[in-house]
C-alpha cells in the first residue's frame, strides 16, 4: 500500500529520454504535471518549439497524487473570502477562468480521445452533525453570486443536516490524462525529457536552463513546478501545507458519483468514489498541517479511516498517500511573470485546486507567449501586490517561519546516533553540525546535514512518508537528501561519519 495514490497503478511509467548534451527551444518548460504538459501541448500545437524538463516521471509529482476533482467552486478559505477580500466582480472572474479550465480539459480529452475516466458530476458541501454552519451560508451566497446554479439537495448517502449542491463539475484519473496528453503533444516542436533536474535558471536575452545533463537555451521559460524553484519574493507570501487521503472498498452501498465536501470542526473531508483496480472505492482527503509542523503525522491517516468507517461499512484500506499544497496570502494563485524577471513564468499558489488552476495557468501563460490577450491574466497577476488582502496571513506564515527557524537552531538534542531507531529520524549534532540522521529497516544510517539549502531552515523528519520536510518553505527530501518537492534546487548534503 506504501505512499502510492490510487492512480499510480493504472498507468505504466513512461520512458522519455535524459537530456545529454545542449539544445535550444523557444520555450522551456519545467515540470512535467498538468500544468507544464497542457502548457507545452498548448505551445507546440501554436508552432512554437518546446522543451520540457522532468526531474522525476511525467505527472508523478502532485498531479499523480491529487484526489482528480474538477470544480468551478473554491477550496481553501473558499469564495466567499475572495468577494470579501477583493470583489463580487474578482469572486465570478476567478469561477469563470476554473470553469473555463475544466471544459478545456473535457475539450482535450474528446478531441485526443484520452481514456482517463472524464465524467460531468455534482459538487456539494454540506455538514451532517452542524458544523461551520456560518461557513455554509457563506459559501451558497457566494456560489449564488459567482452565477453559479445552486441546489437545494445534497445526495450524500445520508441525511445531512446542512448543505447545497453544484451540479455539472467534473472528475478524471489525474496520471491517466496527464501521461496520455504528453503523448498527443505535437512532437515535431516538443521534446521531453525525464531525470533531468533542473540546477540553475538564468535570465538573459536567451534565457540558460541548467540541468544535470545538459543546457537549454530559450526565449522563455515556465516554472511548472508546484512552487518556484529557486528563491523568489512569492515564497514569502505562501504556505506550504501537507493533507492526507485514504481509499478504502466497502461492504455495503457507495456513495453516488459525486465530489462530496463534509465539513468538520475546522475543515473539510473531501469525499469521491473511484473504480480502482482493487476494486470501487471510496477515498477522503483531509486532515491538513503546515509541512514540516506534526511529528505523529501517522496519526492522519488513521483519523481519516476512523471517519470512513464511521460513515461507511469499511471492508478493508486499500490506499494511503499524502499531498502537498501551495496556500497564498491573498487566496489567489500567481500567475504569470515573475517579480522581478522579464521572461520567467511562475504558476503557484493553487491550495487544493492544482488541478484546475494548473489547466487555467497554462492557459493564461501560453496566451501570453503567444502573444494572445488573455481575460484572466490581470486577475491571477503574479507580480501584485495586494497588502490588505494579504497581510493577515502573510504576517502569520512569515512569523511562523521565522518562528521555527530560531527554535530549531536553539534546540539540543542531546541523544546519540544509538539513540535513532529503525524507520526513525533525529536531528542532532556531530561534530559541532546539525545532522539528520535517519536508520531504515536495513540497521542501515543515513546522515545528511539538516540545514536546508533553500534558505537555511532545518529539516524535520516525516514519519508517515520517511522523508526530511523543511518546515518553513516546504521542501521535501528523501533519506538520502535528494530533493523530493519544494523551492529547494539542490539536496541536503551527504555526512560521510567514517572521516
Not at 504556505?239 to 492526507?244: L, N
Not at 517579480?339 to 501570453?368: N, R, V
Not at 540497521?443 to 512518508?465: F, I, R
Request: net charge negative; with cysteine.
Amino acid at each position: 500500500m506504501g505512499n502510492l495514490s490510487v492512480w499510480r497503478h493504472e498507468v505504466d511509467p513512461t520512458s522519455y529520454p535524459q537530456l545529454t548534451g545542449d539544445v535550444q527551444a523557444d520555450v522551456a518548460v519545467i515540470g512535467g504535471g498538468i500544468t507544464g504538459i497542457t502548457a507545452a501541448y498548448l505551445l507546440a500545437k501554436a508552432g512554437k518549439s518546446v522543451v520540457v524538463l522532468e526531474a522525476r516521471k511525467i505527472a508523478e509529482g502532485s498531479t499523480g497524487y491529487s484526489t482528480g476533482n474538477l470544480y468551478a467552486t473554491i477550496g481553501g478559505d473558499g469564495m466567499h473570502s475572495i468577494a470579501s477580500k477583493f470583489s463580487e466582480e474578482k469572486l465570478r472572474e476567478v469561477v469563470e477562468s476554473r470553469a473555463a479550465a475544466v471544459n478545456l480539459i473535457e475539450e482535450l480529452v474528446q478531441t485526443n480521445q484520452i481514456d482517463c475516466d472524464f465524467k460531468r458530476v455534482p459538487w456539494s458541501l454540506f455538514n451532517v452533525e452542524g458544523q461551520n454552519e456560518s461557513y455554509i451560508e457563506d459559501e451558497r451566497e457566494a456560489a449564488e453570486k459567482a452565477g453559479l446554479t445552486v441546489l437545494s439537495n445534497v445526495p450524500y448517502h445520508i441525511s445531512v443536516n446542512d448543505g447545497f449542491t453544484v451540479p455539472n463539475q467534473a472528475q478524471f484519473n489525474p496520471l491517466k490524462y496527464t501521461v496520455s496528453l504528453a503523448s498527443k503533444i505535437d512532437q515535431a516542436n516538443c521534446r521531453i525529457y525525464e531525470n533531468t533536474r533542473v540546477t540553475e535558471v538564468e535570465e538573459g536575452p536567451v534565457c540558460r536552463v541548467q540541468t544535470t545533463g545538459g543546457t537549454v537555451s530559450a526565449t522563455h521559460v515556465i516554472m511548472a513546478t508546484h512552487t518556484p524553484k529557486g528563491l523568489y519574493a512569492v515564497h514569502a507570501n505562501m504556505g506550504p501545507y501537507r493533507e492526507y487521503a485514504v481509499g478504502a472498498i466497502l461492504n455495503g452501498k457507495y456513495p453516488e458519483a459525486g465530489i462530496y465536501w463534509e465539513m468538520q470542526t475546522s475543515e473539510h473531508y473531501s469525499l469521491r468514489t473511484y473504480d480502482s483496480p482493487e476494486g470501487r472505492i471510496v477515498m477522503v482527503l483531509g486532515e491538513m498541517h503546515k509541512v514540516g509542523q506534526k511529528e505523529e503525522n501517522l496519526e492522519c491517516f488513521e483519523r481519516l479511516e476512523a471517519f470512513l468507517r464511521k460513515r461507511f461499512d469499511v471492508a478493508s484500506i486499500v490506499y494511503k498517500w499524502s499531498a502537498q499544497q501551495y496556500k497564498p496570502s491573498d487566496v489567489i494563485p500567481y500567475i504569470g511573470i515573475s517579480t522581478g524577471d522579464s521572461k520567467t513564468y511562475i504558476a503557484t499558489g493553487f491550495s487544493a485546486d492544482g488541478l484546475t488552476y494548473g489547466t487555467l495557468a497554462a492557459m493564461i501563460i501560453s496566451d501570453h507567449i503567444l502573444g494572445i490577450p488573455n481575460k484572466w491574466s490581470k486577475t491571477y497577476e503574479a507580480s501584485r501586490i495586494t497588502p490588505l488582502a494579504s497581510a493577515p496571513k502573510f504576517i502569520k506564515e512569515n512569523a511562523n517561519v521565522a518562528f521555527e527557524l530560531v527554535k530549531d537552531y536553539l534546540t539540543t538534542n542531546e541523544e546519540s546516533l544509538q539513540d535513532v531507531k529503525t524507520y526513525e529520524g533525529k536531528v542532532m549534532e556531530i561534530e559541532g553540525s546539525k545532522c539528520a540522521v535517519h536508520r531504515d529497516g536495513n540497521n542501515q544510517l543515513h546522515v545528511v546535514s539538516a540545514v536546508c539549502p533553500h534558505m537555511g531552515c532545518l529539516v524535520h523528519w516525516n514519519t508517515a512518508e520517511q522523508s526530511w520536510d523543511c518546515p518553513c518553505h516546504g521542501s521535501r527530501f528523501d533519506k538520502n537528501g535528494e530533493v523530493l518537492e519544494g523551492p529547494a534546487i539542490n539536496p541536503l548534503h551527504r555526512v560521510d561519519l567514517s572521516k
